[in-house]
């Protein structure tokens, strides 16, 4: 019996081996992955870490095609090939990810998330992702706080990252230590672009790290509320390496000031930082730590009403960086209020060696303007009010019959970086290059 088995056996074996020769095997079987419970006790796909199925894969609705929304696990582990990769989440009212919070929630680095136009409201979030790109996409949405905000300090924290943030609006900032921003800038370096800060405590604050960059493009700020409490700065960069602001618009403050630097550096060129009527702004431009500021190609302007008779200040509470120079050149300097003064430079808190150029700027009104350090003082124009022209909110060129047009001279270089305007400031927000070659005249708007 047991010899009629083993040749029964031989023979069905000899038949398999004829049936399917070794050189002709069927294909291995696709490894899907493993097969397990999540946290909702449904069973889920959990692949290897070297499957060929990655973020590279069409997005719809914001997450990869090959898996379901419901899967797009916090639980998932994030294996180095993963956290390599980069994908696109897409936000909105019709889409699989209907809020920013769940997007921060399953964002990881190097992501970019697009948010829908539309109305979004507590919304409050702290960005850890470092390489992270938040883009409104369309109309610009709309976040409003709603009383909501991010450890009490803003309606986003960027933490420590290097991070872009374009095409959104922030509005409606409330905290219990009266400084809530639209941004809470902690460290990295940010990039904000063509977004909007309205009725915000703070429009951006940052901390006080130096080797932070801030960088704002092309965005508006406005809208300071009334209430009692701290100061409502526009813009408020700390002790951070490095401010750039360019083709922006601030207006509308109130007590506190449009823009307030204590930068190492600081770049603010081709701006409107203009109060506006009934406006009632401490100081447009403040730098009260020194440091080198770079101040080209700007229309800044002071109401009648406004809460301090000077426009632009520099070195009120004293040195903090070891090189110290202010850079005024081609800027329109509007001051409505009788008795103001257009620039302040404290001599006493600040060292000795402090040098101001002031080249080409076009005085509005009947302000001070006097030399008050070292440097330069050239081709200083001063003009009334009523001698300008332009669009109504950008009344602030001369007419091409003026006989300033095309008088003034080449500023020069200092420090390698010529001081000729290259750009100006074009409504809403944002500017646009100056012709090559063009005689330059003194004033912002060329």
Known sequence: MRFARWCTALVVLGVTTRAMPVDNLPPAPEELGSIRRNAQGRLEVVRPPNTSQSSDLPVTDGLPASK?????????????????????????????????????????????????????????????????TIRGTGKRPLLIADGDSAEGKALWVVRNAEMSIENIEFRGVRVPSGNGAGIRFEKGHLKVVRCAFFDNEMGILTSNFGDMVLEVEDSEFGEA???A???????????????????????????????????????????LIVDGAGGSASYELEFPNGGVAWVIGNVIGQSATTDNPELISYGAEGQRWPDNALYLAHNTLIDDKPDGRFLR??????????EVWAINNLLVGRSNFTPQAPGRYDGNRVVERSMLVGAPALAYGLPSNSP????????????????????????PAGKHPLLVGKPLSPGALQ
Do not use: C
């Open 68 to 132: 379901p929304a419901a899967q797009e696990p916090v639980s998932e582990k994030k294996t180095p090939h993963a956290a390599a990769s980069s994908r696109t989440i897409v936000v909105g009212p019709h889409e699989q990810v209907t809020s920013i919070k769940e997007a921060a929630r399953i964002a990881r680095d190097g992501d970019t998330i697009d948010i829908r136009s539309g109305e979004y409201r507590q919304q409050a979030v702290v960005w850890t992702q470092n390489r992270l």
């Open 225 to 227: 509320p009334k209430h």
């Open 229 to 271: 409490g701290m100061l409502h700065h526009l813009l408020y960069a700390g002790a951070i390496a490095r401010l750039s602001v360019s083709g922006s618009r601030f207006q509308q403050g109130y007590r506190g000031h449009l823009i307030k630097s204590r930068a190492r550096e600081s770049a603010i060129m081709y701006n």
């Open 345 to 354: 430079i404290w001599i006493d808190p600040m060292p000795p060696e402090t």
């Open 404 to 427: 300033l047009r095309g008088t003034a001279r080449h500023p020069g270089f200092v420090r390698e970086q010529s001081l000729a305007p290259s750009a100006e400031f074009h409504l």
